[in-house]
């Protein structure tokens, strides 16, 4: 091939790499020196970078020039409303009911009323949950042509739990900032709550963040897995300590809908081989702790649509214990006195290294049946998606799980979409 054809070639595809991995921010100080990353604050007295290895601080009267380098616009959706939950679009004075499947956008705002939820995904990525009272705004959602994920989000008060767990380059930054606060990650589970405007606290579930205090010129402090940190103006954050009983029971709660979630947004997902849709009564069992929402998906195949919906989530463990083991979950006092004509259930099953076989009985048949599965039999062992539909009138759906004569360890995640008349 030609030397200048090979050029043109290859020209075009060189710029093209090097325009998808870019940081997106440079700052270049009067010395000549060069800083790139992503800048998270600016003062008038500083500039705070977030680069690989560390946060850095640059003194506003050493800067010569800042370039702020716009990537591609991304959007987010929301996949849950419970209550009064409503929207402020971009340049907008008028709030907007939220409604599930809208969609978000950088410069939008999220608020939520007592007793009122919403869950959102952005960039097919990251999963933000909004607990009640809470203003959220979207300060930043933008991507690179690699879908290096870029995205800040600001929290003025109230709470988020967030799972960035699946962001898919090493080079997508999520940040939360509160009045107090800057948290950065790259990959994790963890809540922000702003209880006010003089404390914010950080807990993480898993992976690990950076934090620090707004306005002052520190390194971060990293907040482990199962720790917390409190933040208040002009203060370092606090040493870490181990994490609440309160932040690990609103886990359990969101643990088992992040999981489906992530199912959804093509997280690698195993799909068991077994899958059912059939009719059919329940089996007895133990006990659950279960969340109410309306307006959430429903249905199957065999379920017919429902103009209204109700949930409930559940998680089991099982340390060799004798098998089967039945866990029934009974959404009754969620649906109240309205009709249930049909149910979705979806388990995320994790059998770990010893096979083990999980399988969802409704009305007396087996919709949902994973066979024997687990690392000995060449699984993943973890992250297996079961799903199970079917109509019927039953409030009951029961999780079986059977193993080996001296049982095995094992945990599973469930949620149940009851379709209701």
Known sequence: MNRKIISLVFIPIILFFFSATLPADVVELKNGEIIEGEITEETDQFIAIERDSETSFVKMDEVKAVTKSRLEAATGKVVEVTGAVEVLPKG???????????????????????????????????IVAVEPKSNVGLDKLQQSPKKDLSAKVNLDGGQLWIDVGKLKTKNSKFQVTTPTSVTGVRGTVFTVEAASAEKTT??????????????MIMKPVRVKENYMTEVTPNKPPTKPVAISAAFLAQWAIYQAQFGLLKGGM???LQISPGQAAVGGGAVAAAGVAAVAAQGGGGGGDSAPAAAETASVTASESGLFSPTPI?????????????????????????????PDQFQIIYQGNVIGDTGMVGEDLGDAGENILLIGTATGSSSVVTIRVISGPLGTDWHWDARVIYSLE
């Open 92 to 126: 907008q004075e008028q709030w907007t009911p939220a409604q599930k499947d809208m969609v978000l956008s950088e410069g939008d705002s999220v608020r939520t009323g007592p007793d009122s939820k919403a869950i959102a995904v952005f960039a097919d990525q990251a």
């Open 266 to 268: 093509g997280a690698g």
């Open 326 to 354: 039945d866990t029934e979950i009974n959404g009754a006092s969620v649906i109240g006195f309205r009709t249930v004509t049909g149910v979705d259930v979806r388990v995320l099953c994790d059998p770990f290294t010893v």
């Open 202 to 215: 950080i807990a993480v579930v898993d992976g690990g963040v950076d934090v620090r205090t707004r306005e």
